[in-house]
Nanobody, 115 residues
């Protein structure tokens, strides 16, 4: 069964930075578009950013210019570098295939932006 394990979240002050990582146990990882999503309690997963298998990136307007998505296909790992964090970025962050999520959702990693 394909799994994703997210890490790197935490508590950070507004304006701070975090780097999230996600390891995916899928043999097809290098062949598919991957994305980061975030979720608030009781709400659906919202797309934040995605990267194609050849490195083309797309971002939600709310994070454009502040977040950078990248991948290491040799390690089956997806990254999200987040800078200039804002309180409204507070959420649980997940990775999955994009634009359609086909992997069972992992536990995610909590990001809290607060002073």
């Amino acid at each position: 069964q394909v799994q994703s394990v997210e890490s790197g979240g935490g508590l950070v002050q507004p304006g701070g930075s975090l780097r999230l990582s996600c390891v995916v146990s899928a043999s097809y990882f290098s062949q598919v578009t991957m994305g980061w999503y975030r979720q608030l309690p009781g709400q659906q997963h919202d797309a934040v950013a995605r990267v194609t298998n050849d490195g083309r990136t797309t971002y939600a307007d709310s994070v454009q210019g502040r977040f950078t998505i990248s991948r290491d296909n040799t390690k089956n790992t997806l990254y999200l570098q987040m800078t200039n964090l804002k309180p409204e970025d507070t959420a649980v962050y997940y990775c999955n295939t994009a634009p359609t999520s086909i992997i069972n959702w992992g536990r995610g990693t909590q990001v809290t932006v607060s002073s």
